[in-house]
């Protein structure tokens, strides 16, 4: 299913499980007013909308957000929480959390354990969407798997991690294309965490493709490597003829995620790769389409099905999120002369 088609369906998901346009209609009257006025006036292209213009509309939003909060301190010269005034600190952090917890409590992802998107129902909602995306390996890293099992003997999912951060832009959080069904060590504090994102820094997962941007090398002769055993780094470089923009995002993005330091432990399986394509060239796997015919009919599609059999993977940029490893297994067999 197309990325948008899977995004109506979400859309209407989420709207008939949080009444979101009633909720905005119905917030008080107060200073947070003009907020929510905006939202559901745009609340569509704030669930459906490519990630420019959800940074767009947090852009019109988060000045609103200030005025909201310029105004309550206006109106409300002096805060008092169980008979204690509150320092100016304080009352700054009071106010913060006035103005994004009015939005939390629409735009629930996990602010309680019944309602939100992620418990509701025991988490029907996630799963459900989760499974619709269908996305089983992690898109920033294409490393682990992301499977969507839901039976009686187990549950699980992958983790979403919100592309623009939910403690920073709240009105985000249910936002289709903010929603990366990811691993959790990719969305880990150790890796993304709270970090600042922004599809001009970095690359996004549903929008962009580090595919023709950057890819592994090994730069070590095949004959060195299977008669000599000599060593070798497993190294992203750019692509010949990347642009500066196009580089640096997905330079951070590699960064961010620590690819290379993690894809350092897969040498083994670079080097198995290697020799399956030194082996198997294309002119072998020609040989093995033509012959292998049953009845008249050749067992095999393409040429290109049974490299991916050798390799057991897939090698088409669009189908790397069906399996881990998939981009390593791409590049490094053509890196040996095994092409698509």
Known sequence: MELDAIAQLYYKDITSAFGLKAQLLAAPTNDMKPVMNYIHTHLREILLGKPDRLEFHASVIDPLIDAAKAAYLVNNPVITVKGVQLTPAKMTTYINNWAKDAIRSIFNYDTDKTTSFTRRNGGALAYRHAKRLAISSCPYCNALFTFTIRNKRIKTRPEFDHFLNKG????????????????????????????????????????????????????????????????????????????????????????????????????????????????YNNSTIEALFTSFDIGGHNIFSSPAEIKELIMGNVLHPDRFHKRILSKLTKDIAEEFGLTI
């Open 168 to 279: 920073r832009y709240p009105y985000l959080a249910l936002s289709f294309y903010n929603l990366i069904p990811s691993c959790s060590l990719c969305n880990s504090g150790t890796l993304k965490g709270q970090k600042k994102f922004s599809i001009t820094t970095h690359l996004h997962p549903f929008i962009d493709h580090i595919e023709g941007l950057y890819e592994f090398r090994t730069k070590v002769d095949a004959v060195d490597f299977l008669v000599n055993g000599d060593d070798f780094t497993l190294k992203l470089q750019p692509c010949t003829g990347v642009g500066k923009i196009a580089r640096a995002r997905a330079e951070k993005s590699i960064g961010e995620f620590a690819i290379e330091d993690r894809y350092s432990f897969h040498k083994d399986y670079a080097g198995e790769i290697l020799t399956k394509a030194y082996v």
